[in-house]
């Protein structure tokens, strides 16, 4: 992407920092971090456990509060003072985390989990048709056949039907940003590439921005345009996936990537 004009820039954070504790128990989980993240751009966030990468992606929704640093929302500061400002906020940014299963009220039945996302997006007044219509067209974009699941509740589909769902509210929600904390981990090979190819649809087609938060390098360059190495609440390195993982200069993403046979080897059950 040749764009680097500063307000193409949707989420940009300087010095962004996060302490728990204090004392014997104190933690720097997330240490003066910068970023640019551009609209459309997908991105990658790799880091090995505990390096950060959720305390991250928390500060980034405004779920918890920064102990030090700035997060800047399409060129200006956030607001997030009042419940109002927040839920504006939310409009802009949304998530999917690793447990699909607590995303949910699961004893709403799916129709009403697509309705909230429908009048969250002012579509309250519409037909019963066409919100028939455009929850149709949200299964339709995740492979899910809504007639069979319209009357279900969330605990009756299967972990895989469940991530896919949380994928068709996204596309109903239509945020400017989507972070994306390792939505794979629960399901099979086959489901997870599904799963990454609904999330580039997403980017190509509604030009979301997308932070995908993970600890495998090399899916990281096989889904992002941008990767970000995480290592001890610190950046170590990022640049253009290219960059990155064919030319690694950190010694930390030679580590990551070193790693990777390694990770496959324990799945060899020949061996
Ligand atoms: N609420 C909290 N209170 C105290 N320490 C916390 C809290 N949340 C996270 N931490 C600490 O901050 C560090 C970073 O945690 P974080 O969950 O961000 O890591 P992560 O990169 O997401 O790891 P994983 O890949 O395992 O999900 C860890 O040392 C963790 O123990
Ligand atoms: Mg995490």
């Not at 790799?46 to 500060?59: A, H, Y």
């Amino acid at each position: 992407m040749s764009k680097t004009k500063e307000e193409d820039f949707c989420l940009s954070g300087r010095g962004v920092t996060k302490v728990f504790g204090a004392g014997e128990n104190r933690t720097v989980a997330v240490d003066h971090v910068d970023f640019d993240f551009r609209e459309g751009e997908f991105i990658s966030l790799v880091g090995e456990s505990g390096s950060g990468k959720t305390t991250l992606s928390k500060m980034l929704l405004g779920l918890i509060s920064l102990t030090e640093g700035e997060i800047q929302y399409q060129g200006k500061p956030r607001e997030l003072s009042t419940g109002r400002k927040r839920r504006e906020y939310w409009k802009g940014i949304q998530a999917i985390f690793q447990d699909p299963f607590a995303s949910y009220n699961m004893f709403n039945r799916i129709d009403s989990v697509l309705l909230d996302c429908i009048n969250m997006r002012g579509g309250r007044n519409l037909s019963r048709k066409q919100k028939a219509e455009k929850m149709a067209e949200a299964c339709g974009f995740v492979n899910l056949k809504y007639e069979e699941l319209t009357n279900k509740y969330p605990f009756e589909l299967s972990g895989g039907q469940m991530q896919r769902l949380m994928i068709a509210r996204i596309f109903l929600l239509k945020p400017k940003i989507l972070l994306a904390d390792e939505p794979t981990s629960m399901i099979d090979a086959c489901s997870r590439a599904t799963i990454l190819d609904m999330l580039q649809k997403l980017r190509n087609e509604i030009h979301m921005t997308i932070l995908f938060i993970t600890h495998d390098i090399g899916l990281a360059y096989y889904v992002s345009d941008t990767v970000y190495i995480m290592e001890h609440g610190k950046f170590v390195e990022h640049g253009s996936a290219d960059e990155v993982i064919l030319h690694p200069k950190a010694p930390y993403t030679r580590h990551l990537i070193e790693d990777v046979p390694k990770i496959y080897e324990e799945w060899n059950l020949d061996a």
